[in-house]
């Protein structure tokens, strides 16, 4: 090996160390910092929840009374006389997600959930892995009535930060939470600010409303009773920068018992173009963990 080759070896060498040790050492501060920015959207979080009421225990006569019957099906089998309403629930997920704008790009990503539920909110905390040793985090939340959406690269270097109460983004949001209330099925009991409508025996249209928003649902069920699949006529969608109102849709599936309530482990979530469905989210349940109100 001569002497000006064995030099730029050397060199090559001496950048890629560089660059694996810069890489790691924002990886590290990145991993710090969003640590504690989600544990202060916990906070902002569990200090928006209202004061629960009496006599919070699922009971089927009193509390099926007058819904429709697919409705009625399915929380007598998510749910058994006495079970006690989901305060809060922490949950760990894996899965992959598609970044591809027009080509279908699936990356892995790992994320934990908070949700709770006397006034609804969640803080979805993901890492994404867009590279070899690099990682997009992700904070998609809906907190006091306020709809975020913040990915930032190693969790430092911002690449949106987007924030509204009572728009597009907190309606999406909300619908975010109603549609993966079958992971805390008490929500889904009738009450000031849930109001089911029949559709048919297998479908039953859901309102929520937080505040000054609201928004709709249709949940299809199964033939175990179980939720099956949910539709929002119109969500925004991100197209060249732009939200676009788009029909969306997802599946449930893999039910287990988790804290005597039947629970979906598994699923999948879309948007219905005029093309056809384009999945863009697959997981899975690995962990969960409930508070309850006593």
Request: hydrophobic share 45%; net charge neutral; glycine share 10%.
């Amino acid at each position: 090996m001569n002497r000006l080759l064995l030099q730029g070896l050397v060199v090559l060498v001496g950048t890629v160390v560089v660059g694996v040790v810069a890489v790691a050492g924002l990886s590290r501060i990145g991993a710090t910092r969003w640590a504690e920015a989600t544990a202060a959207l916990h906070r902002q979080l569990d200090a928006a929840q209202a004061a629960p009421a009496a006599g919070r225990q699922f009971n089927a006569a009193r509390d099926l009374d007058g819904l429709p019957p697919p409705v009625q099906r399915y929380l007598r089998a998510a749910l058994t006389d006495g079970q006690r309403r989901v305060s809060s629930m922490d949950m760990a997920q894996t899965g992959t997600m598609d970044f591809g704008e027009r080509t279908p790009r699936w990356l892995p990503f790992h994320a934990t959930e908070r949700a709770t539920t006397d006034r609804p909110g969640f803080v979805w905390d993901a890492a994404v892995r867009m590279l070899p040793g690099v990682v997009v985090r992700v904070h998609d939340a809906y907190v006091a009535g306020e709809g975020r959406l913040h990915p930032a690269v190693f969790g430092l270097f911002s690449l949106a930060d987007a924030r509204d109460t009572g728009g597009a983004l907190a309606q999406g949001e909300l619908l975010h939470f109603l549609a993966e209330a079958p992971w805390y099925p008490t929500a889904l009991l009738p009450g000031p600010n849930l109001r089911w409508e029949p559709v048919d025996d297998r479908s039953a249209r859901v309102t929520l409303r937080d505040g000054a928003t609201a928004v709709t649902m249709t949940f299809r069920f199964g033939d175990d009773g179980m939720v099956e699949s949910m539709r929002a006529e119109a969500r925004g969608r991100l197209v060249d920068g732009r939200s676009v109102p788009t029909v969306w849709e997802g599946r449930w599936t893999e039910y287990g018992v988790r804290d005597g309530m039947r629970v979906p482990l598994a699923g999948e979530v879309a948007w219905r173009l005029p093309e056809g469905l384009k999945p863009y989210w697959r997981g899975r349940v690995t962990r969960l963990d409930y508070t309850f109100e006593d």
